[in-house]
């Protein structure tokens, strides 16, 4: 699909780290189940920079084709053991145990884990689903 001109400079990114999770992630946001994401610090950078409130970025499918756009609505950083459950069921990925036995397992996946790696935790609204 060609992405309309008004998002040619968004962000863009897929939810996870592999086609499978990216697409459950995303059809969680386009049920309106999940409103909130969350990553680690350290693995932000050019490609992916720190979301900042306003700011609105295209989410890739598991093809890495655009499947709609969100705009970050609010970003807080904290420790990993400080992550709330009211925030970690926005995240729309099970209850607060499910949360954390899922996240562990991402982040030991993708370079570590401890509580108290730092993470950017954000919230977001769909703003516009590409059909």
Known sequence: MTLPERYQDAVRFSFGDSPELAD?????????????TCGALRDFGADE??????????VLDGRGEPACVIETT?????RFDDVGEDFALA??????????NGH???FTRNGGWSGDLMLV???????????
């Open 24 to 36: 459950e992630l995303l059809a969680l946001v386009l049920a309106g189940r999940k409103t909130a």
């Open 49 to 58: 920079p720190v979301p900042e409130v306003g700011r609105r970025d295209v």
């Open 74 to 78: 609010e970003v807080t950083r904290c």
């Open 91 to 100: 995240e729309g990925e099970g209850d607060f145990d499910d949360w954390r």
């Open 104 to 106: 562990i397992a991402y």
């Open 121 to 131: 935790c954000e919230r977001f609204r769909l703003v516009e689903v590409f059909e």
